[in-house]
């Protein structure tokens, strides 16, 4: 019989060892080195949104992380650097000054990384400038209800700017039928001040609390027993064809009646002081009426036709 020797059988298991030495080796590696380098700067759009209360804006591009697998660290560099506070760095910020009044053109940003063993990676983001711009002043609304009422309450937001289309998102949402539409209905049972958060289809934002619109709600047995100065009467209720609307000041208003759907069905400008209306085209039924005065303040209610 041949003797094995020790050269003879390292020979002969020379595959298996070949192969344990490789699993040992690929798996003693950097789980991280397995994974191509790849580089984020930070999703396909950067939005970057301006006001007209701002002097400037700041936004942070790149990723979290800006570059992952390879084999780290990481080398960054940032294309079109004059607006960034560093462009050497993985998330810098980026600056627009407030030096102009319209939206601004978009332009795109290239990130490049390179890695420890020369590697390199690229990704572009693409930088846009939203200027959002609405009137410095602005009125509230005031809305007097009886509890158990409801309100008709319209957005009407002189903003301008950013890219349309917009969404509107009502707060707080008590008492608010739809609270993402710029119209809706409101039945509080206290009362409540409401603004909206207006978004750009970029994911700009403005808050439009300057315009607030605010629901006084009276218990029923004092709903009529308001500030003599701003005292609306409409009678007589119910009515038949003709209905009496007393409204004091000393300038025009408008009397918008809607069903109980909230659809419009009857609009009509009023004077100061006493006035009749004919309401025979009306059906018979259940309407809310609301009467808009000249210096921002709004009365509701509802009006029985018979």
Request: charged share 15%; proline share 6%; net charge neutral.
């Amino acid at each position: 019989m041949k003797k094995m020797t020790f050269f003879n059988t390292c020979f002969r298991f020379a595959p298996v060892i070949t192969f344990v030495i490789g699993i040992i080796l690929l798996f003693s590696k950097p789980l991280q080195s397995q994974i191509p380098l790849t580089a984020d700067a930070g999703g396909e759009l950067t939005a970057v949104c301006l006001y007209e209360s701002s002097k400037d804006t700041t936004a942070i591009l790149g990723g979290n992380p800006a570059a992952f697998g390879g084999t780290p660290p990481y080398i960054y560099s940032w294309s079109s650097g004059s607006n960034l506070n560093d462009d050497s760095i993985a998330n810098p910020y980026f600056t627009r000054s407030f030096n102009q009044c319209s939206n601004g053109m978009p332009f795109s940003m290239v990130l490049t990384v390179i890695d420890a063993a020369g590697d390199t990676a690229r990704d572009t983001t693409v930088v846009q400038t939203a200027f959002f711009h609405r009137p410095l002043s602005a009125m509230p609304y005031f809305y007097d209800i009886a509890v158990g009422d409801s309100v008709y309450i319209e957005g009407n937001w002189q903003i301008g700017g950013g890219f349309k289309p917009y969404s509107v998102v009502w707060r707080p949402t008590t008492g608010l039928r739809d609270t993402a539409s710029a119209s809706t209905w409101a039945m509080p049972d206290s009362h409540v001040s409401y603004s909206a958060v207006i978004t750009d289809s970029i994911g700009c934002e403005i808050d439009a609390q300057i315009e607030a619109h605010r629901v006084r709600v009276h218990p029923v047995s004092t709903a009529d027993k308001k500030d003599d100065n701003h005292d609306v009467k409409l009678y007589p209720n119910p009515a038949q064809n003709n209905v009496t609307v007393d409204f004091p000041g000393s300038a025009p208003g408008q009397l918008t009646l809607f069903s109980t759907s909230g659809k419009e069905v009857y609009s009509r400008r009023i004077l100061p002081g006493k006035q009749s209306l004919n309401l025979n085209t009306l059906s018979r039924g259940v309407y809310l009426y609301q009467i808009n005065g000249n210096s921002g303040e709004i009365h509701s209610g509802k009006l029985r036709l018979e």
